[in-house]
């Protein structure tokens, strides 16, 4: 028997076989290399989507800090300018005792509020009496008669202005108030030594802006004085004669605009290489100044785009791989059968080739399955990574809100300790002591707001106990009748029945209630017969209402729509935090808060409340709950 002969191949065979490679390769390099292309750019887009989130978060709070910074101060110039002894010190021919003790309460003062300097001008810009007056570079007899502050001052009774202390050299703002029609001018000088040291631990790049472009204050102190744009030589000029800056010769700050962007810069650092960071400003309500914040990319952006390459490239190399493999599945099938009926030998020898070949294919899928479980890992190990950056995101947000509703009872404390001050000036004691009472509460409060943040941090439930109503209702109302009355608006009260009990959070129900009020009061603000009610009443079979009417604009349906999201507001100063946190508060309770239309006129806020069983009901405790002891019931008032 004559064995069959083996296949010939045509000469250029190997030639073709090794061309088709080749160009299969080369396609296949050309879609990994498109794929990673593409999705670096998606991944960055999303990196950089995600960080100007958080940026304009920061922004917001950042603007929020220097702002409560600034009003800290803003009244101290208006209650001074009123003391009969300052007033007195300016005059003609103060005595040295006189002005002594002046210097000396001056140095108090400014000791207590951090603020930089205090000193009392004559109308002849003479300074008379000074907290530094016994210091090195005392301001008492300096003229500061060109000063813009004084000339504000003594023409429209108060003026501002920020700039280089012609004693210290020391850059600040200059808050000034008239004494009296015309008998001299009060002067306190605010620094930001503080603000900008909290910027530079915080890694990002802050600064403030005047609406000339002038850098005012600023994270890092080579920044100061330097100008976001061109200053033209006549506001130079002006700037120089009245000393507003000394010297200084406001050169262009190092931000240098990458094309084809709009708020990405490079930031210049001296020597070292220049760095890319991103850049978004917004105005401080109050001034004309602007914050900007520069938000450093560093690895961020990068790490995205290169764990986006791998990812597209792995996946597009695995496909071309099995579009490859099949392929050639295919051609080899087709030259297998062909072959099949002429040359059978050749078949038995095909086969054992081709098992051999099927055993490497196994063990190049098994080792692409294990690749395939590595991404895996990887993946999951990312999704952990960005739930920890949700719950960070989180965290920050609550800070946010937190800063925002210790607002209230700050406000309370303050109007508490002036009216305190005033009593105890004319000898009303005993109703000094119940302001200070009542600073108590509300330092107790603070600290109650407090421990919510450290109980966020641990995930802790909320709590759900009965309080009294009449309880919340009482200490709500003590925050805002004395704003209510100073504006003329009537609160009309149906407190309801004053055994009623509720379940929920005694100190956090009522700040959402003062929350309500407080708004209820803006919206009537300005308006012909302006009224607040508030109504508790039962509802359905063990569930309580508790609303807030007001006679103001009311509330569109596209308002109510979006009146309890984040950050959306319709006041030019507010955070859009108060009734987003206030829902959040009443549904940790086991209630609802809804907005509502009034027919008469103006807009209902009704917080649903379940009722606690009678069994609960503990007037001590419920009390206790509120941030105080048991008090008479709460009386309908007008």
């Known amino acids: 028997m004559i064995p069959a002969s083996d296949p010939v191949e045509a000469p250029g065979a190997d030639a073709q076989g090794a061309n088709r490679r080749s160009l299969v390769l080369l396609a296949s390099l050309v879609a990994i290399l498109l794929a990673a292309w593409g999705a670096g750019r998606v991944a960055e887009r999303w990196a950089l989507a995600d960080l100007r989130r958080t940026a304009q978060a920061a922004l917001g709070l950042q603007v929020g800090a220097l702002r409560a910074e600034m009003q800290k101060q803003a009244s101290l110039p208006l209650a001074l300018a009123a003391d009969p002894e300052i007033a007195a010190v300016a005059g003609a021919s103060p005595s040295g005792p006189l002005v002594a003790s002046v210097?000396?309460?001056?140095?108090?003062?400014?000791?207590?509020?951090?603020?930089?300097?205090?000193?009392?001008?004559?109308?002849?810009?003479?300074?008379?009496?000074?907290?530094?007056?016994?210091?090195?570079?005392?301001?008492?007899?300096?003229?500061?008669?060109?000063?813009?502050?004084?000339?504000?001052?003594?023409?429209?009774?108060?003026?501002?202005?920020?700039?280089?202390?012609?004693?210290?050299?020391?850059?600040?703002?200059?808050?000034?108030?008239?004494?009296?029609?015309?008998?001299?001018?009060?002067?306190?000088?605010?620094?930001?030594?503080?603000?900008?040291?909290?910027?530079?631990?915080?890694?990002?790049?802050?600064?403030?802006?005047?609406?000339?472009?002038?850098?005012?204050?600023?994270?890092?102190?080579?920044?100061?004085?330097?100008?976001?744009?061109?200053?033209?030589?006549?506001?130079?000029?002006?700037?120089?004669?009245?000393?507003?800056?000394?010297?200084?010769?406001?050169?262009?700050?190092?931000?240098?605009?990458?094309?084809?962007?709009?708020?990405?810069?490079?930031?210049?650092?001296?020597?070292?290489?220049?760095?890319?960071?991103?850049?978004?400003?917004?105005?401080?309500?109050?001034?004309?100044?602007?914050?900007?914040?520069?938000?450093?990319?560093?690895?961020?952006?990068?790490?995205?785009?290169?764990?986006?390459?791998?990812?597209?490239?792995?996946?597009?190399?695995?496909?071309?791989?099995?579009?490859?493999?099949?392929?050639?599945?295919?051609?080899?099938?087709?030259?297998?059968?062909?072959?099949?009926?002429?040359?059978?030998?050749?078949?038995?020898?095909?086969?054992?080739?081709?098992?051999?070949?099927?055993?490497?294919?196994?063990?190049?899928?098994?080792?692409?399955?294990?690749?395939?479980?590595?991404?895996?890992?990887?993946?999951?190990?990312?999704?952990?990574?960005?739930?920890?950056?949700?719950?960070?995101?989180?965290?920050?947000?609550?800070?946010?809100?937190?800063?925002?509703?210790?607002?209230?009872?700050?406000?309370?404390?303050?109007?508490?300790?002036?009216?305190a001050a005033i009593l105890v000036q004319r000898g009303r004691g005993a109703e000094a002591a119940e302001n200070t009472i009542a600073i108590g509460r509300l330092t107790d409060r603070i600290g109650g707001l407090t421990r919510q943040l450290k109980g966020f941090a641990r995930r802790a439930s909320p709590k759900r106990e009965p309080v009294a109503l009449a309880g919340i209702l009482r200490n709500a109302l003590e925050l805002v009748e004395a704003r209510a009355a100073a504006a003329g608006i009537p609160l009309v009260v149906e407190p309801g029945p004053p055994e009623l009990h509720v379940l929920g959070d005694g100190p956090r129900l009522e700040q959402v209630v003062v929350n309500l009020l407080q708004n209820a009061l803006d919206a009537v603000g300005g308006r012909p017969e302006p009224r607040v009610g508030l109504c508790v009443r039962e509802t359905d079979p063990g569930r309580v209402a508790v609303e807030v009417r007001d006679t103001g604009p009311g509330l569109s349906e596209g308002l109510r729509a979006q009146v309890f999201d984040a950050f959306f507001t319709t006041k030019s100063d507010g955070l859009g935090l108060g009734l987003a946190i206030a829902r959040g508060i009443v549904e940790d309770c086991g209630g609802s808060l809804n907005a509502l239309d009034n027919p008469g006129g103006g807009a209902i806020f009704r917080m649903d409340l379940a009722k606690a069983p009678i069994c609960e009901q503990d007037p001590a405790r419920g009390a206790a709950a509120v941030g105080g002891p048991a008090r008479a019931p709460l009386e309908a008032t007008t």
């Not at 200084?248 to 810069?265: H, I, K």
């Not at 978004?280 to 914040?293: F, K, N, V």
């Open 103 to 419: 210097n000396r309460r001056l140095a108090q003062v400014a000791e207590a509020t951090g603020s930089a300097v205090i000193y009392v001008i004559r109308p002849d810009g003479i300074t008379v009496a000074a907290s530094n007056a016994g210091a090195k570079g005392s301001f008492l007899g300096r003229d500061y008669g060109f000063r813009p502050y004084f000339r504000q001052a003594m023409g429209a009774g108060a003026g501002s202005q920020f700039a280089l202390g012609t004693v210290s050299g020391r850059a600040g703002l200059y808050l000034s108030r008239r004494i009296g029609n015309a008998d001299g001018v009060v002067v306190v000088k605010i620094e930001f030594d503080g603000v900008e040291a909290a910027w530079r631990k915080s890694g990002d790049g802050v600064f403030v802006a005047d609406s000339r472009g002038i850098v005012l204050v600023a994270s890092d102190p080579d920044w100061r004085l330097t100008t976001l744009r061109r200053i033209d030589e006549a506001e130079r000029r002006r700037i120089r004669e009245t000393l507003e800056f000394g010297d200084a010769p406001l050169p262009d700050m190092p931000l240098f605009p990458m094309a084809g962007t709009t708020d990405l810069v490079r930031v210049g650092q001296g020597a070292q290489p220049a760095r890319v960071a991103l850049l978004l400003d917004a105005p401080i309500p109050g001034t004309e100044w602007r914050l900007s914040t520069l938000t450093p990319l560093g690895r961020t952006v990068e790490r995205e785009r290169i764990q986006a390459w791998i990812i597209a490239a792995l996946v597009t190399g695995l496909a071309c791989l099995g579009l490859t493999a099949l392929a050639g599945r295919g051609r080899r099938n087709r030259e297998r059968l062909a072959r099949a009926s002429a040359q059978r030998d050749a078949l038995e020898a095909r086969v054992r080739e081709r098992t051999l070949e099927l055993t490497d294919a196994n063990r190049l899928l098994r080792l692409e399955i294990e690749e395939r479980r590595r991404a895996e890992a990887e993946r999951e190990r990312l999704g952990r990574e960005l739930a920890q950056a949700g719950r960070l995101a989180a965290l920050g947000q609550f800070a946010a809100s937190m800063a925002h509703e210790i607002n209230q009872p700050l406000a309370a404390i303050r109007s508490y300790a002036d009216n």
